[in-house]
């Protein structure tokens, strides 16, 4: 009798502590499945919020992932927001009175340039060992939002939404080739073309190639523009010296070969062979598309286009939108034979 007891008393006692970790189970179970779908949430809001890209800038920075950027004004690296980092690149680098689209595009391209360099860890040309890119055009240049409330006065409110628009209705998407993103140049104005990249930079790049760009003639106020330079500057800079013969009609100047794009790609000045690019940038032309004539003791040169021509023109790709087409139709237009991807896949946010 004693042994039953003893046992009856045991089993009530299994009884409760069976009873008890089920309760403390449930319990548990009740406290976890909020936390679990509010972790669960996270992303949707992430897209929305955490890119930081309202008029105050990051507000979730924590989850983005950043770009290190050296401010050449203040002389120190700082670490912003991907999102942000393209809204800033954006303002400095296209007009806010472009369509909508074009933006968009522009958005695409900028975010693909900061997400390349980050992929190849390609810190060149930065003055410093913490930082990627620079805020000049030796990058891609980038402004705050202090200097667009400078710029911008009583239409920053209207504008900076025109310009989160842009860049949210973009977010993480890159531009791709074969699954890599690509170096996604872009220049201001065609001269109703644009560049095959071995033509300008001795490289050649399967997406970078030659298109039509007519746009451009009809809406770029540096479509077309007029330049004098005195003859004997063109000679030293040039290091030629005063060994050029100057002729009332040439000025010893001939053009040997064109570009696809139609513009200068080998000439001959005073017998001694030059590219495109090399006068372009020697003499601070804007473009390698030129012609010259001689006036007294000056050259005069007209150049069609603003830039080195290769990739996506930014005037060009504003006359696409207006004409209707949509950003996914500029950015291939302009760079061929790529495709949209998600920067997320390359940098997970953290």
């Not at 060992?129 to 920053?156: F, N, S």
């Not at 030629?240 to 696809?260: D, F, W, Y």
């Not at 286009?305 to 004409?323: D, I, P």
Request: net charge positive; hydrophobic share 35%; charged share 25%.
């Amino acid at each position: 009798m004693k042994d039953g007891g003893a046992g009856m008393k045991q089993r009530k006692r299994s009884i409760a502590i069976w009873v008890g970790i089920c309760l403390a189970s449930l319990l548990v179970t009740i406290m976890l499945v909020p936390a679990i779908l509010v972790k669960r949430g996270l992303p949707n809001q992430a897209g929305a919020e955490s890119a930081g890209l309202s008029q105050g800038g990051d507000k979730q920075a924590d989850k983005q992932v950043m770009v290190p950027v050296y401010m050449t004004k203040q002389q120190r690296t700082e670490q912003i927001g991907l999102e942000q980092y393209v809204k800033g690149v954006l303002a400095a680098e296209m007009p806010i009175e472009f369509e909508p689209e074009a933006l968009k595009a522009q958005a695409m391209a900028a975010r693909t340039y900061i997400i390349r360099r980050m992929s190849e860890q390609d810190a060149s040309n930065v003055p410093v060992k913490d930082a990627l890119v620079t805020d000049t055009i030796a990058h891609q240049a980038y402004v705050t939002d202090e200097e667009l409330k400078e710029r911008w006065g009583p239409q920053y409110e209207v504008n900076m939404d025109k310009l989160v628009r842009a860049v949210r209705e973009t977010e993480d998407i890159i531009l791709t080739y074969q699954g890599q993103p690509i170096n996604a140049t872009f220049f201001s104005t065609s001269n109703g073309y644009t560049e095959n990249a071995e033509d300008y930079w001795g490289q050649y790049i399967p997406y970078l190639r030659s298109v039509e760009s007519p746009w451009d003639r009809k809406l770029s106020p540096r479509f077309k523009e007029t330049v004098s330079i005195p003859i004997k500057d063109v000679q030293r800079k040039l290091g030629l010296g005063s060994i050029v013969p100057v002729s009332t009609k040439s000025a010893g100047i001939r053009v040997l070969e064109k570009t696809k794009g139609q513009r200068i790609k080998t000439l001959s000045i005073g017998g001694k062979v030059f590219s495109g690019r090399e006068v372009r940038e020697k003499l601070g032309l804007n473009s390698s598309g030129f012609e010259w004539t001689v006036k007294g003791s000056d050259l005069v040169f007209t150049t069609y286009g603003y830039g080195h021509g290769v990739g996506m023109s930014q005037w060009g790709a504003n006359g696409m939108a207006k004409e209707g087409s949509k950003a996914e139709d500029i950015v291939k237009h302009y760079y061929t034979g790529i495709e949209l991807s998600h920067s997320s896949v390359l940098f997970p946010k953290k």
